[in-house]
């Protein structure tokens, strides 16, 4: 094969993967390691990646990039369902429950999922608390839920309540579940997400929380980005659609997080 073939491909991997290592490329095209690094090299001087430590990201997973709203929630709809899925069976069936449902579009597939609701005994009780406006709305529908939401500044692009009385709030809190989702899950950084602000109000979440349950899907695995808001060793489950990379899934298990592949 031609360097320009195999560039190509590469190219329409990293596009359609999010992320490539160099391993898995040098096994795939059957070339050394140091062939794909000069290949990667020359894709990055063009603009169609950016290479990172072990491999390559698609150019726009830059630490800051990130998507509205609203542009996300066309994006891997079967995979945030199969995660909200798997999540739900998590939600307690018991007399009193709490569960907080951060903001995004995973967790808003769970939400979605929690507008169906419905006690497994008459005065069986779940409060939902979020800082999600959409999620708000939708659950507002459930006469079965007890709703709270998170007071504070509203960011526009994701619609989530942040700043420095959400993170209050919610330290005073205790819920039995969090429900986070996260930009990046990388085995040596951790949870991310590209905005300082909704960072802490992350953490408040994860800090908050009796166990914590993130919600992320493949194409977040072996991210960073800006700000990290939890190690690995302050998250219980990961949910997600594809088994991590060896090194993200030692990372995980030394950190005794369940994985959960929906």
Same mark, same amino acid.
């Given at each position: 094969?031609?360097?320009?073939?195999?560039?190509?491909?590469?190219?329409?991997?990293?596009?359609?993967?999010?992320?490539?290592?160099? #391993?898995?490329?040098?096994?795939?095209? /059957?070339?050394?390691? $140091?062939?794909?690094?000069?290949?990667?090299?020359?894709?990055?001087?063009? =603009?169609?990646?950016?290479?990172?430590?072990?491999?390559?990201?698609?150019?726009?997973?830059? !630490?800051?990039?990130?998507?509205?709203?609203?542009?996300?929630?066309?994006?891997?709809?079967?995979?945030?369902?199969?995660?909200?899925?798997?999540?739900?069976?998590?939600?307690? %069936?018991?007399?009193?429950? /709490?569960?907080?449902?951060? /903001?995004?579009?995973?967790?808003?597939?769970?939400?979605?999922?929690?507008?169906?609701?419905?006690?497994? %005994?008459?005065?069986?009780?779940?409060?939902?608390?979020?800082?999600?406006?959409? !999620?708000?709305?939708?659950?507002? %529908?459930?006469? #079965?839920?007890?709703?709270?939401?998170?007071?504070?500044?509203?960011?526009?692009?994701?619609?989530?309540?942040?700043?420095?009385?959400?993170?209050?709030?919610? =330290?005073?809190?205790?819920?039995?579940?969090?429900?986070? =989702?996260? %930009?990046?899950?990388?085995?040596?950084?951790?949870?991310? !997400?590209?905005?300082?602000?909704?960072?802490?109000?992350?953490?408040?979440?994860?800090?908050?929380?009796?166990?914590?349950?993130?919600?992320?899907?493949?194409?977040?695995?072996?991210?960073?980005?800006?700000?990290?808001?939890?190690?690995?060793?302050?998250?219980?489950?990961?949910?997600?659609?594809?088994?991590?990379?060896?090194?993200?899934?030692?990372?995980?298990?030394?950190? =005794?997080? $369940?994985?959960?592949?929906?």
């Amino acid at each position: 094969m031609f360097a320009e073939e195999r560039q190509r491909r590469i190219a329409e991997l990293v596009a359609a993967q999010g992320r490539v290592s160099v #391993h898995e490329l040098a096994e795939l095209f /059957s070339v050394t390691q $140091e062939t794909v690094r000069r290949d990667l090299a020359t894709l990055e001087e063009s =603009g169609h990646l950016r290479r990172v430590h072990g491999g390559a990201v698609g150019s726009d997973r830059l !630490t800051r990039s990130e998507l509205s709203l609203s542009e996300r929630q066309s994006q891997r709809l079967d995979e945030k369902q199969r995660i909200a899925a798997a999540a739900m069976a998590l939600v307690p %069936n018991a007399p009193t429950a /709490s569960i907080l449902l951060d /903001s995004g579009t995973t967790t808003a597939a769970l939400a979605e999922l929690l507008t169906g609701w419905t006690p497994v %005994n008459v005065g069986d009780e779940l409060l939902v608390i979020t800082n999600s406006l959409p !999620t708000a709305a939708s659950l507002s %529908n459930n006469k #079965h839920l007890l709703l709270d939401i998170v007071g504070g500044r509203v960011r526009g692009l994701t619609s989530a309540v942040v700043g420095a009385r959400a993170t209050e709030q919610l =330290g005073a809190l205790r819920p039995d579940i969090a429900f986070i =989702g996260a %930009n990046g899950i990388h085995e040596d950084f951790g949870l991310s !997400t590209p905005d300082p602000v909704e960072a802490a109000t992350k953490t408040a979440m994860v800090r908050a929380a009796r166990q914590v349950v993130a919600l992320a899907d493949a194409s977040k695995l072996g991210t960073e980005t800006l700000v990290r808001f939890a190690t690995l060793e302050e998250i219980d489950t990961l949910i997600t659609t594809t088994a991590p990379s060896p090194e993200l899934a030692a990372a995980l298990a030394a950190a =005794g997080v $369940e994985t959960v592949i929906a």
